[in-house]
């Protein structure tokens, strides 16, 4: 797990200026868990008050809709964060699952973890903003993608997003993930192949 906390501090250099002191507070706080795969972090109603950093592994974050049908709206990788974070700041029912999809490892963050972290840190208030902002984009992709994109595009950007996703998830959640049927998957292979 040793990799795995240098890669969250690595992360977190991404977005704010961090002393030795800080990083020591911060490498103190936080706390290690494995989720064997299938097995469910999160459940849609349930009320989400971690955020899940992957270390290794792939967790998926779904919905079920009216239908009762799963509708996969994204997946985490390693060296990302995996949460509802509209849950996890208003304390409020989770409108997603998240699932781990393989054996997986992950750094977890409580909200008083989160609220230690940004009274503590000199930028902590900064490393919360640009986080939300990164989510925000997540979710805004998501949508533009639905309305814009063709399922081609589509196809292309998740391949690009997420590096051999393909070999790693069933391909009934890769179609439900672009919004497609798995025939119409089949049909995107096939072509983007012979391109």
């Keep these: 797990m040793e990799n795995g906390i240098e890669n969250i501090h690595q992360l977190i250099l991404n977005y704010i200026e961090i002393n030795d002191a800080e990083w020591d507070f911060c490498r103190s706080s936080f706390k290690t868990a ?10 849609q109603g349930d009320i989400c008050d ?3 950093f992957v270390v290794s592994g792939l967790l ?9 049908e799963e509708k996969i709206f994204h997946f985490c990788l390693e060296n990302t964060f995996a949460t509802d974070y509209e849950s996890f700041l ?5 409108s997603f699952s998240i699932q781990a999809m393989e054996n997986t490892k992950v750094i977890i963050i409580t909200f008083e973890m989160l609220q230690n972290l940004y009274s503590v840190l000199r930028y902590g208030d900064k490393l919360g903003r640009l986080i939300a902002e990164d989510y925000f984009f997540i979710i805004n992709d ?3 993608s639905m309305y814009i994109h063709s399922a081609m595009e589509r196809y292309k950007k998740m391949n690009t997003r997420f590096p051999k996703i393909l070999q790693r998830v069933p391909q009934h959640y890769i179609a439900s993930y672009l919004n497609i049927s798995s025939v119409h998957l089949s049909r995107l292979k096939y072509a983007h192949k012979n391109e």
Excluded: M, N, Q, W
């Excluded at 494995?34 to 459940?43: D, H, Q």
């Design 142 to 144: 998501k949508i533009k």
């Design 50 to 52: 971690t955020i899940y």
């Design 60 to 68: 998926r974050i779904y919905f079920l809709d009216e239908k009762g």
């Design 34 to 43: 494995s989720f064997k795969k299938k097995e469910i972090l999160v459940k």
């Design 90 to 94: 208003k304390g409020i029912p989770s």
